[in-house]
């Protein structure tokens, strides 16, 4: 969480990048999951809801990034912004 925070846009962006990966693997493996129950077998892998843990704290971080996209210029959005906006739903 402390990545999102930064004041180093960079820094920033690749903490939402790496949630926004985990959150994106979480969700593919939901989808195997609910093929598997769906086929009457067991899935290979499985989540450990990580994103779900992280949840009550990564949404006001979140937000708080995309409130900044909307209070900048286009020109002077940063990258962190630009990421927030782009994360998957938790």
Same mark, same amino acid.
Not at 4 to 26: H, Q, Y
Not at 60 to 82: I, W
């Given at each position: 969480?402390?990545?999102?925070?930064?004041?180093? !846009?960079?820094?920033?962006?690749?903490?939402?990048?790496?949630?926004?990966?985990?959150? *994106?693997?979480?969700?593919?493996?939901? @989808?195997?999951? *609910?093929?598997? #129950?769906?086929?009457?077998?067991? !899935? *290979? %892998? =499985?989540?450990?809801?990580?994103? #779900?843990?992280?949840?009550? +704290?990564?949404?006001?971080? /979140?937000? *708080?990034?995309? =409130?900044? #996209?909307? %209070?900048?210029?286009? /020109?002077?959005?940063?990258?962190?912004?630009? +990421?927030?906006?782009? +994360?998957?739903? @938790?």
């Amino acid at each position: 969480m402390s990545a999102i925070k930064a004041d180093n !846009p960079e820094l920033a962006k690749m903490g939402i990048e790496f949630w926004a990966t985990i959150a *994106e693997e979480e969700t593919e493996l939901q @989808f195997e999951l *609910e093929d598997a #129950q769906a086929n009457g077998t067991t !899935p *290979e %892998r =499985s989540s450990c809801y990580y994103t #779900q843990g992280a949840l009550e +704290a990564l949404l006001p971080e /979140l937000l *708080e990034c995309l =409130s900044k #996209q909307v %209070r900048c210029s286009p /020109l002077k959005n940063s990258r962190a912004s630009f +990421a927030s906006s782009a +994360a998957p739903p @938790f």
